[in-house]
Every structure is written in structure tokens, then in C-alpha cells.
């Protein structure tokens, strides 16, 4: 069993940043591969940035050159750093780490950008 605690959502402005934060209860070098989704109102999940076990990373378009996805594998601890934010990227967003080939969720922090 994996436990995920998600940290650092809120209400920003368009055009600032923010630092997403997830406490896996694992040691994250185990990991099969890890990464952050988001769900918008009205819309499906999607998966926005993720980092294998090798430390691929790869990003959805949306978000290509303002968000960074990052891992800190001494403190079993993986990041999702958002720059230039836009109203666009407002949803509820968890981490998600597959573990021994299952899926495990955090229980979503809530991203809003508006002025």
C-alpha cells in the first residue's frame, strides 16, 4: 500500500507560480514511475507531467516550458513547479505513483488562477 499527501495548491493570479508538493510513503527509488494529473470541472482527468523510474520526464503541451516536474528521492518527495500560470490551469490536482504495476492516487489539491 502507498499513502500520497499532494501540498502547495491555491489561489494564484494569472501569471504566477506556484510549487505543488506530494509525500510518498514509499521509497520513491521503488517506483515505477510517478507524476501529477489534473482534473478540470466538466472534464477528464489528464495527465500533465511524469517522471519514470529512470528520470524520464515528459509533459502534456498544455504545459510544456512552464512547468517542471522534479523528484527528491532522499526525501521520498515529488514536485510539480508551475510558472506563468493561466486561468487554463485551474483544476484539482494529484499525484500518482505506479507502484509494483498499480496505480495509486493522492487526494488532489485545488489550483485556481484568477484575478
Known amino acids: 500500500q502507498v499513502q500520497l499527501v499532494e501540498s502547495g495548491g491555491g489561489l494564484v493570479q494569472p501569471g504566477e507560480s506556484l510549487r505543488l508538493s506530494c509525500a510518498v510513503s514509499v521509497n520513491i527509488f521503488s517506483l515505477n514511475s510517478m507524476g501529477w494529473y489534473r482534473q478540470a470541472p466538466g472534464k477528464q482527468r489528464e495527465l500533465v507531467a511524469g517522471?519514470?523510474?529512470?528520470?524520464?520526464?515528459n509533459y502534456a503541451d498544455s504545459v510544456k516550458g512552464r512547468f517542471t516536474i522534479s523528484r527528491d528521492i532522499a526525501k521520498n518527495m515529488l514536485y510539480l513547479q508551475m510558472n506563468s500560470l493561466n486561468s487554463e490551469d485551474t483544476a484539482v490536482y494529484y499525484c500518482n505513483v505506479r507502484f509494483n504495476g498499480i496505480h495509486y492516487w493522492g487526494q488532489g489539491t485545488q489550483v485556481t488562477v484568477s484575478s
Open positions: 517522471i519514470t523510474g529512470g528520470g524520464t520526464t
